[in-house]
């Protein structure tokens, strides 16, 4: 990500500290430490900054949602809020505000720099909407004299406003819903987790348990929010081959650890790495999307107890590979659909998904110049057929 400039605004001076070194360490600038919300006004006052992290509890009268309605009013910065407190009235408080992202303390630097990459992305998407709805009227003023025109460009503009808007709350209503459930289990697990951690060890059991539901809810949506990025990225032309040589065998065996351990089914994963090289070149995070979102579903939509088979060769120059499940399958007519930015089959029932998955398979394949093929039959299961061109 590009360095930006960033106003710090935590009322507590090590973990302001501890933040700055860590932004600092991706390239960012500090233009800013403040610890009150009169102080941070004062700073923006004579620094530009690109994004502001703010404390929601801060020292003085301002706290961090009230300083954050006069930064959103005075200099329409993205405002990331970072609080350990995640009450219902908190929360309410929080989105009044619109802010750009919510980090809940404590929080690791990865999952930092992802929330400040959305929050960006979210906030440029947001200027180019009003500046695309500002060329409209601007073009219908102008049209005004001529009425046969103006009719013509006024029902282009319409439709181009309604296609924007639709595919804005289609967005926006897949990424709210799939915050939603994990965030829920979150925090509920997470107070749960409290209560227990100050009793004996007979309590164990459950700590476990839900701090298993807290790391299955964490990766579905760091899933999503990489599957929102990737698909902002695709739109704005930003993804581009960017081939290394990588390890063969590491790669498969990252991608099959972290497909595991997403895992909640007894789903079996049968490898074959037939007549592989030990290093080829190609794109690493390309290939990563590819297999992982693949052999995510087949894992997903199999029952406990089946099996998965994946088979990967070289041949020709090409990557070949095989996901072979006997779970739910496709149902023939909606074939058409399957690579379909948010299409979920209608027989997916209660599992949960953004149906972004197949979408990125596919556009990761393009960039590839590789291609895909599948077959399916409701209840019998899918197999995916896989060639992408590599180097040796």
């Not at 009044?96 to 998407?125: C, H, Q, W």
């Not at 500046?131 to 049209?143: A, D, G, I």
């Not at 099959?256 to 351990?261: C, G, T």
């Amino acid at each position: 990500m590009f360095p930006l400039r960033i106003l710090i605004t935590e009322d507590d001076h090590v973990s302001a500290l501890l933040l700055k070194k860590a932004l600092e360490k991706n390239n960012h600038e500090i233009i800013g430490i403040s610890d009150s919300g009169e102080k941070a006004l004062e700073i923006l006052e004579h620094n530009q900054a690109d994004i502001v992290m703010m404390d929601i509890n801060l020292a003085g009268e301002l706290d961090g949602i009230k300083t954050t309605e006069i930064i959103n009013e005075k200099y329409d910065i993205p405002v990331v809020y970072l609080s350990a407190s995640s009450d219902a009235e908190t929360l309410t408080k929080v989105v009044g505000t619109n802010p750009s992202a919510y980090v809940i303390k404590p929080f690791n630097i990865r999952e930092l720099n992802m929330v400040i990459e959305l929050a960006i992305f979210k906030d440029r998407k947001e200027k180019e909407l009003q500046k695309l709805n500002n060329e409209l009227e601007e073009k219908v003023r102008q049209r005004t004299k001529d009425l046969a025109e103006a009719n013509k460009e006024l029902t282009r503009a319409l439709e181009k406003e309604r296609e924007i808007g639709e595919l804005k709350s289609r967005i926006v209503l897949n990424v709210s819903h799939g915050f939603k459930t994990p965030l829920t289990s979150i925090l509920s697990s997470a107070q749960l987790l409290q209560q227990y951690a100050e009793k004996e060890h007979p309590f164990k059991a459950k700590i476990v348990k839900h701090a298993t539901k807290i790391e299955n809810s964490v990766r579905s949506l760091n899933s999503l929010l990489t599957s929102v990025l990737f698909f902002g990225k695709a739109d704005a032309n930003k993804i581009d081959f960017r081939p290394k040589k990588m390890f063969v065998a590491a790669l498969f065996n990252e991608i099959l650890d972290v497909v595991k351990a997403g895992s909640e089914h007894d789903v079996k994963i049968n490898v074959k790495l037939e007549n592989l090289p030990k290093t080829i070149v190609s794109d690493s995070d390309l290939l990563y999307q590819i297999f992982e979102n693949l052999l995510s579903n087949a894992v997903k939509y199999s029952k406990d107890g089946q099996e998965v088979d994946f088979t990967v060769w070289l041949e020709k120059g090409n990557l070949k590979a095989t996901v072979k499940d006997k779970g739910i399958g496709i149902p023939e007519k909606e074939h058409d659909q399957l690579y379909d930015r948010f299409f979920r089959a209608k027989n997916v029932g209660i599992i949960e998904g953004s149906g972004l998955g197949l979408s990125i398979v596919k556009k990761s394949l393009e960039v590839l110049n590789g291609d895909i093929a599948f077959e399916s039959a409701q209840g019998k299961g899918t197999t995916f057929q896989i060639s992408i061109p590599i180097q040796e």
